[in-house]
Structure formats: structure tokens, C-alpha cells
């Protein structure tokens, strides 16, 4: 059945439904039916924001709801009326009979146009969460794993954001104490996603994304993400000029045909260099011990060189899940040998040794006392190798337009392969660009004429590995 499905899809994308698109006021109790008045509906997610929104555009005209004084019709802005806040369930399926079903809520109307029997408005729908953010603040102190800390702001404590959402949250190997600081919850997600290690990979990798999908919120290691084990492939994708627009010969290994694809592996040596993704250097002082210290890192060779001894159990960047064979490997010719001198960016920092120890400070036992030496945040093996990794995450990426498929989510893995471009050979996958990404960004976008879903791919390597699956 599936596969009958995917092979009766026309690259022109046929529309599929707005099914439900219901405003209710916040005043008055009246709902207003804006699905059949709906000229697009834009939905995007991302890894790179932390909530999902809609974007509406719909032709309101002045028969579409009964106004408040004397029941005549009016638009939905007027006889709602339309203020913010206002709760709106929409309801969309694709040609594959995949479904969103949510509840947001406005944040932002536009009037594109308007005469004097219509408006033809952009409605912005967002998430609950999105606009709670605006007005909590987290101020307690949190002891333990930063993935207990996570949990806890976004659907445990219910002073914060308490989101009756689904939740996927990815343990995380370190423990960081803190006190919130009257911070908004997601300003801390960022902090702490940027200090946040995959279990087992200490001093190898770091750096987590919190986003939200029509499934809920996730929160992932950058690693996980490229772990096909731990992210299987939702779908493998192929992208060729012959003129089978249907899809009908597409090899069985491949679940869609692309309509477009855009490469887009700009270089840029200097910017890559400037926010230090392939060597850094760290000076961090700890004023607990009087110790300072310089550590360099450097990407290509996996080297750790530091003045002084070298940080307990550090490790080799050699351990990271890379979508692809190789990361990205420049010129030895530019490669500085001597000690700390192999960087691009300097980071500083100081120690917190002996700050918010876990436990009791009373009694006998005495547990924050006999933790007062401890250091708090192992700085040395996270924060220089975060900031690595998230500059990594976009060595490659590519623009691909399928045909409209709502069962694609941001942080997605997907196997996308597209032609070679050479002069004496046709057909051949190109081996450097093709192979798995990860879905950075998804747009579905309906309207009356067609369903277009299109993905920003993103990838931390080069080199064909492994081969689609199919979805």
C-alpha cells in the first residue's frame, strides 16, 4: 500500500488538505472556521529554534462570523475579535494520509491587504511554551545531571514551563549545579545544551539541541543525531533530471523522488576559522588551586597538547559519530607544530571549583564539605569541544524540495543521493555529497494548488557511507 502511494506521486505535488483551522475567541466563547477561507498554511520546525510555528494566510472576509451588537456578519478579527493569544486547533493530511493535529496559538496577525468587503491576513500560530516563556522565570537551584535539569524546567516542576507534552529526552553524562537566576527556561536550554555531554563521551564530543516537533519536544546530542542505530533513516531520497516526473522507475531502494536540490557547500575558510571549528586554544584559571593552564585542540589529528599536566581521563576527538567518512581536512602546509600554537579562537575561563557542592551542609556526614574541592563544570573537555562540534554540525548541507510529506520532522536522518556531475559517465551517485543527513529544518507548505515539503540537510563530513534504506 505504501508503496503504492509513493509511486503515484506527480512531482507537481498535488494539494492535500487544511481540514480544520478553528479560532476561538478569547472573550466571547465564538469560534471562527477559517479552513475553507485559508489560502496557504506554512508549518516549520527546527533544531535551531525551540518551538514549532504556523504561518496562515487567509482571506477574511465580512461574512465570516456574527458581530458582538446586533449579530450581523463581520470578519474574524473584528466580530471575535482577534487580540492575541487566541487558541487555534488546526488539522492538516498530506497525500500519504500523514496528519498534524495541534493546538497553537496567535502571536502576531498581519493585514497583507484590504478593501471594503474583505482582508486577506498572515496569522503566526506558536506553541503554548513559546509564550510562557515570556513570562516565567526560573529561579531555584538545581543539583545533578543536566538532563534531569531539563526535564524538570520543561514538564516536572509546575512553576515553569509544565508541558503536557511528549517528552524525548537523551541522558546526558555530566552533572552541573546551578541556580536559575531569574533566567527565562529557554535561555537556560541554550546554556545548558552548550555544556551538555552524550553518555560515554567525555572529552570526545559535546553540545545537545532542544527543539520541537509536532511529537513533542526532544532533547539531542549532536552524536545521536548522526547515530543511525540511535536515529534510524525515516526515508531515503533521490534526486535525478531524467523526465520520469511521476516516479515510477525509482530504484526500490528509495522511498521519494526530489523535485529540486540545491547544493550549498559554500567555503568560507576565514568564518569557519573565526568560530573555531576545527582547532582551539583555552587559558582557564582556578582560583581554588592557583592553577592556570593553556589547552589547544586540534580536529585533524586528534591531538591534546596543554602546558602543565595534562587534564584527567582526556580524551580524542577520534570518537565521534560522523554521518559520513571524513571531516573536512585543510591544508597541513597551515598547521602550526609548536606547542599551543595550533588554534584559530581563544576561549577564557574561570575555574568554579568548590561552587553549589550536591548534599548537606549539616550534620555529621558534612556532604558539601567533603565536596568543597570538587570542581563544578569540567570546563576543559566541554566547552572548547562544544563549540567544535556545533561549528562541525554544517560542513555540507543542501536545500531538497520533495513532494508534501508530513511525516517528516526536524532532526529526521535521511540518505539523499543526487547524480554526478562528470563528463564521460551518467548515472553515477556522486560519492563525495551523497549519503546521510539530518534533517536541520522542515517546511510543509499547502495551499489550493500544491503540497511542497522542503528540507535543509545538514551534514558534519564528506564521503558516501552506507547505503539508503528505505523508510
Known amino acids: 500500500m505504501a508503496d503504492t502511494k509513493r ?16 479560532i476561538a ?35 477574511d472576509t ?13 470578519t474574524a478579527i473584528d466580530g471575535l475579535p482577534i487580540v492575541g493569544t ?19 496559538y496567535v502571536n502576531k496577525v498581519n493585514v497583507l491587504s484590504s478593501d471594503t468587503k474583505r482582508n486577506t491576513i498572515a496569522i503566526n500560530l506558536v506553541s503554548k511554551e513559546f509564550i510562557f516563556n515570556e513570562k516565567i522565570r526560573v529561579n531555584t537551584r538545581f543539583d545533578g545531571k543536566i538532563s534531569d535539569h531539563i526535564k524538570k524546567i520543561i514538564q516536572d516542576n509546575p512553576n515553569y514551563l509544565k508541558t503536557d507534552k511528549e517528552i524525548d529526552i537523551e541522558e546526558t553524562d555530566n552533572n552541573y549545579n546551578f541556580i536559575g537566576n531569574n533566567k527565562k527556561p529557554f535561555h537556560l536550554f541554550h546554556v545548558l545544551s552548550k555544556k551538555s ?40 531520497i533521490l534526486f535525478d533530471d531524467s523526465p520520469d516526473e511521476k516516479g515510477e522507475k525509482l530504484p526500490p531502494q528509495y522511498d521519494v523522488k526530489a523535485m529540486r536540490y540545491f547544493p550549498n557547500n559554500d567555503i568560507d575558510v576565514k568564518s569557519k576559522l573565526l568560530v573555531g571549528a576545527y582547532s582551539t586554544r583555552m587559558i582557564s584559571f582556578d582560583p581554588y588551586t592557583f592553577d592556570y593552564k593553556i589547552t589547544t585542540r586540534d580536529v585533524f589529528d586528534s591531538s591534546t597538547k596543554s602546558s602543565g599536566k595534562k587534564p584527567e581521563d582526556e580524551g580524542l576527538e577520534d570518537n565521534l559519530t ?43 556526614e558534612q556532604e558539601q564539605l567533603k565536596k568543597s574541592a570538587d570542581p563544578n563544570f569540567n570546563h576543559t573537555q566541554i566547552v572548547n569541544q562544544s563549540i567544535r562540534r556545533y561549528n562541525q554540525l554544517i560542513a555540507s548541507s543542501a536545500i531538497v ?3 508534501g510529506d508530513l511525516s517528516l520532522h526536524a532532526g529526521d536522518s535521511v540518505f539523499f543521493d543526487a547524480p554526478a556531475i562528470t563528463s564521460d559517465k551518467k548515472g553515477d ?43
Open 7 to 22: 509511486q503515484s506521486i506527480s512531482i507537481d505535488a498535488e494539494a492535500s488538505a487544511i481540514k480544520k483551522v478553528s
Open 25 to 59: 475567541s478569547n472573550s466571547t466563547g465564538k469560534v471562527a472556521e477559517l479552513a475553507g477561507a485559508t489560502i496557504s498554511l506554512r508549518y516549520s520546525e527546527s533544531i535551531f529554534d525551540d518551538t514549532l510555528s504556523v504561518l496562515v494566510s487567509s482571506v
Open 62 to 74: 465580512g461574512n465570516t462570523i456574527a458581530g458582538e451588537d446586533d449579530g450581523s456578519l463581520t
Open 86 to 104: 487566541e487558541k487555534v486547533s488546526i488539522k492538516i493530511e498530506d497525500n500519504l494520509e500523514n496528519t498534524i493535529e495541534l493546538d497553537l
Open 197 to 236: 555531554v552524550p553518555v560515554g563521551k567525555l572529552g570526545k564530543s559535546a553540545g545537545f539541541f532542544l527543539f520541537e516537533t509536532s511529537d513533542g519536544f526532544k532533547f539531542k546530542s549532536i552524536d545521536s543525531l548522526f547515530d543511525k542505530e540511535k536515529n534510524p533513516i525515516k526515508k531515503s
Open 322 to 364: 560522523k554521518a559520513a567518512e571524513n571531516l573536512p581536512v585543510l591544508n597541513r602546509e597551515f598547521t602550526r607544530e609548536e606547542d599551543n600554537r595550533e588554534y584559530s579562537r581563544t576561549t577564557y575561563y574561570i575555574g568554579d571549583t568548590g561552587s553549589l557542592p550536591s548534599g548537606s551542609g549539616y550534620g555529621k
Open 401 to 403: 524540495e520533495i513532494p
Open 429 to 471: 551517485i556522486n560519492k563525495q555529497t551523497g549519503g546521510l543527513y539530518i534533517i536541520s529544518d522542515v517546511v510543509h507548505e499547502l495551499s489550493s494548488d500544491q503540497t511542497i515539503t522542503t528540507l535543509n540537510l545538514v551534514r558534519d563530513s564528506f564521503g558516501r557511507k552506507g547505503t539508503p534504506i528505505k523508510g
